[in-house]
């Protein structure tokens, strides 16, 4: 079993930067590998960005260029670095660990960017 603990979140204005942050349990965190999801209102969750066990990331779209994810495995944490928000990254932002085929989901944190 693998718990997560996100934090970080908040209100922010456009074109601020948050940074995001997510701490697993385990004693095996650096094989695990590492997303970022949201959920706004009314939409289905969606990956935002993950990271391999071997450091490889990915992003959707519309957050490239904006948004860093990173991991530091003797902490047993993963980072989401946003910047340049726009109010359409309001969402609350869950942490997801895939250890061996399982999902283990973060009880999610909210972001809402407004002036």
């Known amino acids: 079993q693998v718990q997560l603990v996100e934090s970080g979140g908040g209100l922010v204005q456009p074109g601020g930067s948050l940074r995001l942050s997510c701490v697993a349990s385990g004693s095996f965190f650096s094989d695990y590998y590492m997303a970022w999801y949201r959920q706004a209102p009314g939409k289905q969750r969606e990956l935002v960005a993950g990271i391999s066990s071997s450091g490889s990331t990915n992003y959707v779209n519309r957050v490239k260029g904006r948004f860093t994810i990173s991991r530091d495995n003797t902490k047993n944490a993963v980072y989401l670095q946003m910047n340049s928000l726009k109010p359409e990254d309001t969402a609350v932002y869950y942490c997801?660990?895939?250890?061996?085929?399982?999902?283990?989901w973060g009880q999610g944190t909210q972001v809402t960017v407004s002036s």
């Open positions: 997801k660990a895939t250890e061996r085929g399982y999902n283990y």
